[in-house]
């Protein structure tokens, strides 16, 4: 009986799952078991770690806004200046406002003193 070779959608398989972990060190790049287990491993970290930037993003931005805020005025904080940004309705995100805090502070402190009036 002749000998039947196998077919290709394995192998096809296994070399999808290679690229994808062709740059990893070691064995996580060359043992198929191993490839697959970190495959796993990078796809849910890099999941998780989507939601966590958000929040260090988040973070940085409150803290910039706050930084700059204390420095204009000892008894205004990032809160109450947030607080008076929605009592006037300025409907400017943290992000634009941590760029602006960092670009031009004045323009920072002209918004918080329009708003504390």
Not at 23 to 34: I, M, N
Not at 83 to 93: F, T
Not at 94 to 102: C, S, V, W, Y
């Amino acid at each position: 009986m002749t000998r039947i070779k196998r077919g290709y959608i394995a192998r096809r398989r296994r070399t999808k799952i290679r690229l994808f972990a062709s740059s990893f060190r070691g064995a996580h790049s060359r043992l198929t078991r191993t490839i697959t287990q970190q495959k796993i491993r990078a796809l849910a970290s890099a999941y998780r770690d989507r939601g966590r930037q958000k929040r260090n993003f988040r973070q940085l931005w409150i803290a910039r806004i706050n930084a700059v805020i204390r420095s204009n005025n000892v008894d205004y904080s990032y809160s109450r200046f947030i607080h008076n940004l929605y009592k006037r309705q300025l409907l400017l995100n943290r992000k634009i406002l941590a760029q602006i805090a960092i670009l031009n502070r004045n323009c920072l402190y002209m918004i918080s003193n329009e708003i504390i009036k």
